[in-house]
C-alpha cells in the first residue's frame, strides 16, 4: 500500500536553529498538509499546499515556517528560528483530493533544546 | 466555531464490548466528518467517514452514527478487541471535505481481555 514517507523520524535541535522536515507524498497525490501534534493534545493544521502554492494556512503558521516542493516528490516544512514551544510531531499527509481522506506519514518528532 | 469537541478522553472496555466515542460541533458548515486511528508512533489513518446525507455509515465493526440537527457524531466499536487499543480522533471539514480537517483531541481507548 502506497505511504507517506518522512525524515527524519526524531530531530534534536538547538533553540534558534533552522530545522527542514521532509516528507515524500503518494505519489498521485495532488494535495499536501502539514499539521503537528504536540505531545497528548490534539492534532493541530499548520498549512495546506496545491499547485504549487499555499492554499491555507493557520495562525501557528507564522513567518517563522515555509514550505517548499523544491522537485516533483519532496515536500519540505522549513522553520527558521526554532523556539521551545515548537517541540511537537510534525505530521506530513498526501490526498488525491481532500474528499477521498488523508493519508498521514509517521511524523518527525522534533525536540527543540 | 471551527471547534470538535471529543469525549471522553480515555475509555476503558471489555474484549466484545462496544466502544463508544462522542463528537460534537458548532460549525453548521462542516460536511464531511472523517474518524482517524493512531496507534503509537504512527501517523493517524482513515478508519471511516460520514456526510450529513446520511445517518449511519457501517464498515465491518466500525459505525458512524450521525445526528445533524444536534450536531453531534459519534463511533461505535462493536464486539472490541485488544488490537483496537489506539487513540481515536474525530474530525470535520466543510467544502465537501475541501477545507482542511479540524480534529477533536482524541480518545485513548484500551481494550482488556
Known amino acids: 500500500e502506497p505511504e507517506v514517507t518522512q525524515t527524519p523520524s526524531h530531530q534534536v535541535t538547538q533553540m534558534g536553529q533552522e530545522v527542514i522536515l521532509r516528507c515524500v507524498p503518494i505519489?498521485?497525490?495532488?494535495?499536501f498538509y502539514w499539521y503537528r501534534q504536540i505531545l497528548g493534545q490534539k492534532v493541530e493544521f499548520l498549512v495546506s499546499?496545491?499547485?504549487?502554492?499555499?492554499?491555507?494556512k493557520s495562525e501557528i503558521f507564522d513567518d517563522q515556517f515555509s514550505v517548499e516542493r523544491p522537485d516533483g516528490s519532496n515536500f519540505t516544512l522549513k522553520i527558521r528560528s526554532t523556539k521551545l514551544e515548537d517541540s511537537a510531531m510534525y505530521f506530513c499527509?498526501?490526498?488525491?483530493?481532500?474528499?477521498?481522506?488523508?493519508?498521514f506519514g509517521s511524523g518527525t518528532r522534533l525536540t527543540v533544546v | 466555531q471551527q471547534q470538535v469537541k471529543q469525549s471522553p478522553q480515555s475509555l476503558i472496555v471489555q474484549k466484545g464490548g462496544i466502544s463508544i466515542i462522542n463528537c460534537a460541533y458548532e460549525n453548521t458548515a462542516f460536511d464531511y466528518f472523517p474518524w482517524y486511528q493512531q496507534f503509537p508512533g504512527k501517523g493517524p489513518a482513515l478508519l471511516i467517514a460520514i456526510r450529513p446525507d446520511v445517518s449511519e455509515k457501517k464498515e465491518g465493526r466500525f459505525t458512524i452514527s450521525f445526528n445533524k440537527s444536534a450536531k453531534q457524531f459519534s463511533l461505535h466499536i462493536m464486539d472490541s478487541q485488544p488490537g483496537d487499543s489506539a487513540t481515536y480522533f474525530c474530525?470535520?471539514?466543510?467544502?465537501?471535505?475541501?477545507?482542511?480537517?479540524?480534529f477533536g483531541k482524541g480518545t485513548r481507548l484500551s481494550v482488556i481481555a
Open positions: 499527509a498526501s490526498s488525491e483530493a481532500p474528499v477521498s481522506g488523508y493519508t
Open positions: 499546499f496545491y499547485n504549487n502554492e499555499i492554499s491555507e
Open positions: 474530525a470535520a471539514s466543510s467544502n465537501s471535505g475541501n477545507t482542511p480537517l479540524v
Open positions: 505519489s498521485n497525490h495532488l494535495y
